[in-house]
Structure formats: structure tokens, C-alpha cells
């Protein structure tokens, strides 16, 4: 058996789909399942239950799984320990961090640290769940939740400040001043329903439960475009709200809410030059913002 074939195991168990298991795989559905089916076929075991909800692991799967995961952890770490020997600044790196900070904050200077470093091809995934980077989802993480567990270099690197924002011609027309406590009457862009969990979500839920909502998305920077085109007020990073000339704050982030930054990477990797170079640029970044 190899290793390719418990990593197609390992992808439809933890996706739950073919579809998804070959999305996260850069391949077919089709190709997935004839993999899983060739597998059982070898060890001569029903491995995963299909029903209309996906793939399910049947008992023998979930035991096949358990050891599955002890031989990836151990082909995860020759490559962690062979990337961390490598002392020269090129390659790939797969930085992960959720949108807003990856539009606002690194993208607007990425230009400065290719021309640094040429070599370093980087990899930028915007996602809003946690990454897990001891199976390489990534090399580095930013994120404002700390990890409570795996070994990683953990590196508080700064804050992501929030605060309630509108355009100056809705602040004008409806006659609002900053320091407002009554937002019953404040039109509001906020999260969808799914998303109500993120930065700002349960602010506004306890805040504003009663306002008329403009607009509701998964999108960060499509809540802040819609403020600026007079939609309503919303919970926008600082950094970048108090930039904007077409914004006025209406509540401070010391009324909204405060978030750590941590930046995050596997230990066996903060050898290897290009990932260290992707850690000092980003804490760099995040100096810079806690500075301002």
C-alpha cells in the first residue's frame, strides 16, 4: 500500500464527499472514488457507508483511519524536517488568514516583499474557519484565534481593531454623532446567518437587535463597500476605516471590540528561509499597524 492511497482515504473521511475530498486533492470525483474503491478492494474491507448525506466510515474505516492518521503525521514530518533544512529563500509558501486582513493588509504590500525576495513564490488562501497547518493546509498562519494545541511557534503579533463606521452623507442625513448608544434607528450591514459568529457578528446581535438591517454578507470588504456607498453603519477594521475620507467613526473599537493577532507556524518550518521570511514580513505588517 501507499501513502497516495490513505491520503485519498484521509480526504473523502474528513470532506465527507467525493466532491469535496477531490476539490481539497486538485482532482476528480470520479478518480477519488475509483481510489477509495481500489483501496477496499486490496484490504478486502467496507470502509465508508454512502448514503445521501456523503460518505460515512463504517467501523473498519474508523480503524483504518485511526493508523491512517499515524502514518500521515509521519510523512507530514520528514517533509516538515526536510523543508526545514532548506536555507535559501525560494519556493513556495501557503500563507493563510481570513479575508479582510489578506485584502487590506497584505496584498497593499506585497509588491515590497516580492521585490525583496523573487524567489518566494507565495501562496494566499482566504478562509474564514481555522487552518490546520500540522497536515500543511499551510505553512503560516494569521489569525485572531490562538491555537490551543500542536506544536507550533506561536508569535502575538499585534491587534485588529474594530469599530462602527458610516458614510459622512448617511451620518449627515440622519443627523448621527459619534459616541451613539441608540442604534434602533441606524439602517445596519452585518454578517449572513452563518457567518453571525464572526468579528463584529455578536456585537451588533447585542448592540443593534432591533435595527433595520440594509444588508446582510459573508464579506468583509463588501460591508465596507456598501457603507461607503451609504447602505447603513457596520463594524469595520480601524486600520483601515479611519483611512477612509468617506467614513466617519461613529463608536471607537475602545466601544466595539479588540481582537489579538497571532502569527503562527509549524516549528519545523521557522528553519526554513522562505518561511522565515514570510513570518518577518507579517510581523512587520503587524508592527506597523499597532504603531498607528
Avoid at 481593531?161 to 459616541?179: N, W
Amino acid at each position: 500500500m501507499q501513502w497516495d492511497d490513505l491520503n485519498y482515504f484521509l480526504a473523502v473521511a474528513r470532506c465527507g464527499s467525493l466532491r469535496k475530498a477531490a476539490r481539497h486533492l486538485k482532482t476528480s470525483a470520479a478518480t477519488v472514488g475509483r481510489r477509495i474503491v481500489d483501496l477496499e478492494t486490496r484490504l478486502a474491507a467496507h470502509l465508508f457507508d454512502r448514503n445521501q448525506a456523503g460518505y460515512m466510515l463504517t467501523e473498519s474505516g474508523e480503524a483504518i483511519y485511526r493508523k491512517a492518521e499515524e502514518v500521515e503525521e509521519s510523512v507530514l514530518s520528514v517533509e516538515r524536517e526536510a523543508l526545514g533544512r532548506d536555507l535559501r529563500p525560494t519556493g513556495k509558501v501557503r500563507l493563510a488568514t481570513v479575508d479582510d486582513i489578506a485584502a487590506l493588509i497584505i496584498v497593499p504590500r506585497l509588491a515590497q516583499f516580492h521585490r525583496r525576495f523573487p524567489g518566494v513564490s507565495l501562496e494566499l488562501v482566504a478562509q474564514q474557519g481555522l487552518t490546520n497547518l500540522t497536515r500543511r493546509e499551510a505553512d503560516v498562519a494569521l489569525r485572531t484565534v490562538r491555537p490551543d494545541h500542536g506544536d507550533y511557534v506561536i508569535r502575538q503579533a499585534g491587534w485588529w481593531s474594530l469599530g462602527l463606521y458610516a458614510a459622512k452623507g448617511y451620518v449627515k442625513t440622519h443627523r448621527l454623532r459619534g459616541g451613539i448608544s441608540d442604534l434602533s434607528q441606524v439602517d445596519i450591514i452585518t454578517w449572513t446567518d452563518e457567518c453571525a459568529h464572526l468579528r463584529g457578528g455578536s456585537w451588533l446581535a447585542k448592540h443593534a437587535p432591533h435595527s433595520p438591517i440594509a444588508l446582510a454578507t459573508n464579506s468583509r470588504r463588501i460591508q465596507h463597500a456598501a457603507c461607503r456607498a451609504g447602505m447603513g453603519a457596520t463594524i469595520l477594521p480601524s486600520w483601515i476605516a479611519d483611512r477612509d475620507p468617506n467614513l466617519d467613526c461613529l463608536l471607537p473599537p475602545e466601544k466595539v471590540m479588540t481582537v489579538e493577532l497571532w502569527l503562527v507556524t509549524h516549528r519545523d518550518l521557522l528553519r526554513t528561509a522562505r518561511v522565515r521570511a514570510v513570518v518577518d514580513f507579517l510581523a512587520d505588517l503587524c508592527s506597523e499597524m499597532v504603531g498607528t
